[in-house]
Each structure stands twice: as structure tokens, then as C-alpha cells.
């Protein structure tokens, strides 16, 4: 069979010859400094074409969805858990609801004249 003879008493495995190829092939990279730094992929994230308006009136709806949420669990919660600092703490993220009331009722700038 053609290639090299074996270098002992049997025959490499396919596993073996690819082991050292591998080593071989590591050896040879950390004595060579390398010509190219290494590929850095980066992702570029869609762009967000909403104005800023909706961005804002996006950002309050999804403020009340957390607190109708918020409100929902509060609601459930067994008697066990009343006066427990969740509670508390449920009970802090509701009074923010006036906060938020706030928030959807101002008008944003449209800007470049469209006021």
C-alpha cells in the first residue's frame, strides 16, 4: 500500500495520525509569530427606525405592562406572603404607577418644525 511504513510494530490509527498532525501543526504556529491578527467577527444589530416619539410611547406601554404585571402578582400572592418583604417590595413598584401615568402623559418634541 502506498504512504509511509509504520514506525514500530503496527500501523497508526486514524485517530493517532490526526493527533499528530495536529501537534505537528500547533508546534509550528507557536514558533512562527503570526503574519495577520486574528478575524474578529462583529455583528451589526438592526437599526431601531422608530421615531422618538414612538420609542417613548413604546417604552411607557411596556413601563404599565410591567406594573399591570406587577399588580396581577401582588394580587395572587398566598396569605403566607402579605406582609413578607416581597409584598414590600411589590407594594414599592406599585407606587411608581403615578410616576408612569406621568410619563405617558407628556408630549415629546417631534423636531425639525413638525411641532
Known amino acids: 500500500m ?3 511504513r509504520p514506525q514500530g510494530d503496527h500501523a497508526l490509527t486514524s485517530a493517532e495520525r490526526m493527533r ?3 501537534e505537528k501543526r500547533k508546534a509550528e504556529a507557536e514558533d512562527k509569530p503570526p ?16 421615531s ?9 406601554n411596556t ?6 404585571r406587577y ?3 401582588r394580587v395572587n400572592l398566598p396569605d ?6 416581597l409584598a414590600e417590595r411589590l407594594d414599592a413598584m406599585l407606587e411608581l404607577r403615578d410616576l ?15 411641532d
Open 2 to 4: 502506498p504512504g509511509p
Open 20 to 22: 499528530r498532525l495536529r
Open 35 to 50: 503574519d495577520k491578527p486574528a478575524v474578529v467577527i462583529r455583528y451589526r444589530h438592526p437599526k431601531d427606525r422608530r
Open 52 to 60: 422618538r416619539p414612538e420609542q417613548w410611547a413604546d417604552a411607557v
Open 63 to 68: 413601563l404599565m405592562d410591567c406594573l399591570d
Open 71 to 73: 399588580q396581577q402578582w
Open 80 to 85: 403566607s406572603l402579605v406582609d413578607s418583604a
Open 100 to 114: 408612569v401615568d406621568q410619563l405617558s402623559l407628556a408630549d415629546p418634541p417631534r423636531g425639525f418644525g413638525r
